[in-house]
């Protein structure tokens, strides 16, 4: 079945129907209109202060979702439509649109035995051909990193982390490099081999390079990528613990903004860099109260083992000094005081006023909404320790998330401008506008739209 997208002040609606004959009201922006020539959607006016391109995609998905539910295969809908829909730049109304669009139709079915979802396709008619991929490629992206997150973790495991990324870029202009656990040893990624060390499978890091032009800035992602997450020794609490195999959202963030920025050929100088490890527990597991020593000299004394985020982006960030960075950022799944402070639709970024500013900036257009978050010096005393330079979980229960950045402070390389986001509140959602029941994919957008500001 085909559909339609109008607007309300289309002559149809005023000859044809009336408000008796909308059979479905789905939100205050749009309803679904049965009409002589079939269904169609109507876009409603907008309020002011709803003039936004979030507003766009969350609208966008949730008709692609409804009219999906009621079996249209097929919508058309004329670009003059978008354009006159909200009082906002055409390309960027279209564009959003389209992305909404697509990650409205997102969904996880690949272990339900019964997939009779139908995802309907949206056909733009008009000019703007570019605007409309650039949506799609976004949408892609996101799509990616939710299908990283989403997979279960004896499928995507640090062992077949790598081999999924190698399938994914083969074919791009991202140049992927694995290293082995002995590799690891080599370079003396300590913090990684410790956490890793209890898990059936080795640890990995992997680098994803796309290089368009040497004469910008390198920026250097680190993500976060623990396959699954049991809190070591330290065991998490009863609960129904399967979305830790989210634990490795900030490294599904890091490489769907790799896709996102090579797909759109953004001229940007980048390097993703992935620390890879599961969590887990047997009789080689790494236990309270050892000790690491960092490759730059730092020593670390684990005083509980699901504090272990940190511990592995300490490797990350050393490494993206040794590759000189001019800018990094750390994205990871890391503190549940995050969601205590923020909830479920807000990260917290912590670092340079400038980068804060432009974070959150950035999230505000694009959807991956975040929030700045301080860094209290005075807190440093937290994480003293008695046998190591410091320990890796705060002595004190208060400020986890600014504790936990402080630690990882302890890291950033010299002569770098550094922010780290902390995505444990919005790594997963209910199904709303352009979400569904899964992972969110949050800051595949933000990373790469970031990644382009500071290379302009």
Same mark, same amino acid.
């Given at each position: 079945?085909?559909?339609?997208?109008?607007? &309300?002040?289309?002559?149809?609606?005023?000859?044809?129907?009336?408000?008796?004959?909308?059979?479905?009201?789905?939100?205050?922006?749009?309803?679904?209109?049965?009409?002589?020539?079939?269904?169609?959607?109507?876009?409603?006016?907008?309020?002011?202060?709803?003039?936004?391109? &979030?507003?766009?995609?969350?609208? %966008?998905?949730?008709?692609?979702?409804?009219?999906?539910?009621?079996?249209?295969?097929?919508? &058309?809908?004329?670009?003059?439509?978008?354009?006159?829909?909200?009082?906002?730049? +055409?390309?960027?109304?279209?564009?959003?649109?389209?992305?909404?669009?697509?990650?409205?139709?997102? !969904?996880?079915?690949?272990?339900?035995?019964?997939?009779?979802?139908?995802?309907?396709?949206?056909?733009?008619?008009? +000019?703007?051909?570019?605007?409309?991929?650039?949506?799609?490629?976004?949408?892609?992206?996101?799509?990616?990193?939710?299908?990283?997150?989403?997979?279960?973790?004896?499928?995507?495991?640090?062992?077949?982390?790598?081999?999924?990324?190698?399938?994914?870029?083969?074919?791009?202009?991202?140049?992927?490099?694995?290293?082995?656990?002995?590799?690891?040893?080599?370079?003396?990624?300590?913090?990684?081999?410790?956490?890793?060390?209890?898990?059936?499978?080795?640890?990995?890091?992997?680098?994803?390079?796309?290089?368009? +032009?040497?004469?910008?800035?390198?920026?250097?992602?680190?993500?976060?990528?623990?396959?699954?997450?049991?809190?070591?020794?330290?065991?998490?609490?009863?609960?129904?613990? !399967?979305?830790?195999?989210?634990?490795?959202?900030?490294?599904?963030?890091?490489?769907?903004?790799?896709?996102?920025?090579?797909?759109?050929?953004?001229?940007?100088?980048?390097?993703?860099?992935?620390?890879?490890?599961?969590?887990?527990?047997?009789?080689?597991?790494?236990?309270?109260?050892?000790?690491?020593?960092?490759?730059?000299?730092?020593?670390?004394?684990?005083?509980?083992?699901?504090?272990?985020?940190?511990?592995?982006?300490?490797?990350?960030?050393?490494?993206?000094?040794?590759?000189?960075?001019?800018?990094?950022?750390?994205?990871?799944?890391?503190?549940?005081?995050?969601?205590? %402070?923020?909830?479920?639709?807000?990260?917290?970024?912590?670092?340079?006023?400038?980068?804060?500013?432009?974070?959150? +900036?950035?999230?505000?257009?694009?959807?991956?909404?975040?929030?700045?978050?301080?860094?209290?010096?005075?807190?440093?005393?937290?994480?003293?320790?008695?046998?190591?330079?410091?320990?890796?979980?705060?002595?004190?229960?208060?400020?986890?998330?600014?504790?936990?950045?402080?630690?990882?402070?302890?890291?950033?390389? &010299?002569?770098?401008?550094?922010?780290?986001?902390?995505?444990?509140?919005?790594?997963?959602?209910?199904?709303?506008?352009?979400?569904?029941? !899964?992972?969110?994919?949050?800051?595949?957008?933000?990373? %790469?739209?970031?990644?382009?500001?500071?290379?302009?």
């Amino acid at each position: 079945m085909k559909a339609q997208i109008i607007l &309300e002040t289309d002559k149809r609606i005023q000859e044809q129907a009336v408000l008796k004959d909308y059979v479905a009201k789905q939100s205050g922006d749009y309803v679904t209109v049965t009409l002589s020539e079939g269904v169609v959607a109507v876009l409603k006016s907008v309020e002011e202060k709803k003039k936004t391109t &979030e507003h766009v995609r969350m609208t %966008a998905g949730s008709i692609a979702r409804h009219l999906g539910k009621q079996k249209v295969t097929e919508v &058309e809908v004329e670009q003059s439509v978008l354009n006159e829909y909200v009082d906002l730049a +055409d390309d960027q109304v279209v564009t959003a649109f389209v992305e909404g669009w697509n990650l409205g139709n997102y !969904s996880f079915n690949t272990y339900q035995s019964k997939k009779d979802t139908i995802k309907p396709t949206l056909s733009v008619k008009g +000019d703007g051909s570019e605007i409309v991929k650039a949506g799609e490629i976004r949408a892609d992206a996101t799509a990616f990193a939710r299908d990283l997150m989403n997979e279960l973790s004896n499928v995507l495991n640090p062992e077949t982390f790598p081999t999924r990324l190698q399938e994914e870029f083969k074919d791009s202009a991202v140049e992927v490099t694995v290293f082995d656990k002995a590799e690891l040893e080599k370079r003396e990624m300590n913090g990684v081999l410790t956490v890793g060390q209890g898990s059936q499978y080795e640890p990995r890091f992997v680098e994803l390079k796309y290089c368009s +032009d040497s004469s910008k800035p390198l920026v250097a992602l680190v993500g976060k990528g623990v396959t699954f997450d049991t809190g070591g020794i330290s065991l998490k609490g009863s609960r129904n613990l !399967s979305d830790m195999r989210m634990d490795m959202g900030g490294a599904a963030a890091v490489s769907g903004a790799m896709k996102l920025l090579s797909e759109s050929e953004a001229k940007v100088n980048v390097v993703a860099l992935i620390p890879m490890v599961e969590n887990n527990i047997d009789q080689s597991s790494v236990l309270p109260g050892e000790v690491i020593k960092y490759k730059n000299g730092k020593t670390v004394q684990i005083g509980n083992t699901d504090a272990e985020g940190r511990l592995i982006l300490a490797d990350g960030l050393i490494r993206a000094g040794e590759l000189e960075a001019d800018y990094v950022v750390d994205i990871a799944t890391l503190t549940g005081a995050i969601w205590a %402070a923020l909830g479920s639709k807000m990260a917290g970024v912590f670092g340079e006023q400038e980068l804060l500013n432009l974070m959150k +900036d950035i999230g505000d257009e694009n959807g991956d909404f975040n929030w700045p978050m301080p860094l209290v010096d005075a807190y440093e005393s937290y994480l003293k320790s008695s046998y190591a330079d410091i320990c890796n979980i705060s002595n004190k229960g208060e400020a986890g998330s600014i504790t936990a950045a402080l630690f990882l402070r302890h890291f950033v390389p &010299e002569n770098t401008k550094w922010a780290h986001v902390d995505i444990a509140g919005v790594m997963e959602s209910t199904e709303n506008g352009y979400y569904a029941n !899964s992972a969110t994919g949050f800051g595949t957008r933000l990373l %790469a739209d970031f990644t382009v500001r500071v290379s302009e």
